[in-house]
C-alpha cells in the first residue's frame, strides 16, 4: 500500500510540476528585427544574455533593443511556455521601449527541472532585474 501510494504521489507530482517543455530553437528569436510603423522604422537587436538565479540555475534571456531605449518592459511567459511567447507582440514595440523575455527555470531553454507556478519565477525575475542595468 505505501509502495502505491509513493509511485501516485510521485506520478501527481511529475504531471504538476515537470511538465514536457516546449521545444524551440533560439533562431525563432530572430536576428535584428525590422519594425514597421507609419511614425518611423525602427531596427530592433536582439542579445541572447544568461544570467544564474538563486539556485544556480542558469535563465536564458532575451532582450530585444534599440539604440534609444531607455524603458524596459519585461515579458513573462505562461505555464508550460517560454519566451518564444514574445514574438507575437514585437511588432507593436516602439521606441524608447525595449523588450525583455526570459524563460524561467525549468522553462524553454532556462536550467532546471521544476515549475513552481510562482514561488521561484518571481525569484527568476528579481535575479533578472539587476543584471539588465548592466546591459543598458
Known amino acids: 500500500d505505501f509502495l502505491y501510494n509513493n509511485n501516485l504521489i510521485n506520478e501527481i507530482v511529475d504531471k504538476l510540476f515537470r511538465h514536457r517543455r516546449n521545444d524551440y530553437s533560439e533562431f525563432h528569436l530572430g536576428k535584428p528585427v525590422m519594425l514597421d510603423s507609419t511614425l518611423a522604422q525602427t ?49 507593436a514595440l516602439r521606441p524608447p521601449l525595449a523588450l525583455c523575455a526570459i524563460d524561467f527555470s525549468g522553462s524553454g531553454k532556462s536550467e532546471g527541472d521544476l515549475v513552481t507556478y510562482g514561488m521561484k519565477e518571481k525569484e527568476d525575475i528579481r535575479t533578472f532585474v539587476p543584471t539588465k542595468r548592466l546591459y543598458t
Open 43 to 91: 531596427t530592433l537587436s536582439h542579445q541572447q544574455l544568461r544570467v544564474h538565479n538563486l539556485n544556480y540555475e542558469r535563465l536564458q534571456v532575451s532582450l530585444f533593443s534599440s539604440s534609444s531605449s531607455d524603458t524596459c518592459i519585461v515579458f513573462t511567459h505562461g505555464y508550460g511556455s517560454n519566451r518564444l511567447e514574445c514574438c507575437n507582440i514585437l511588432r
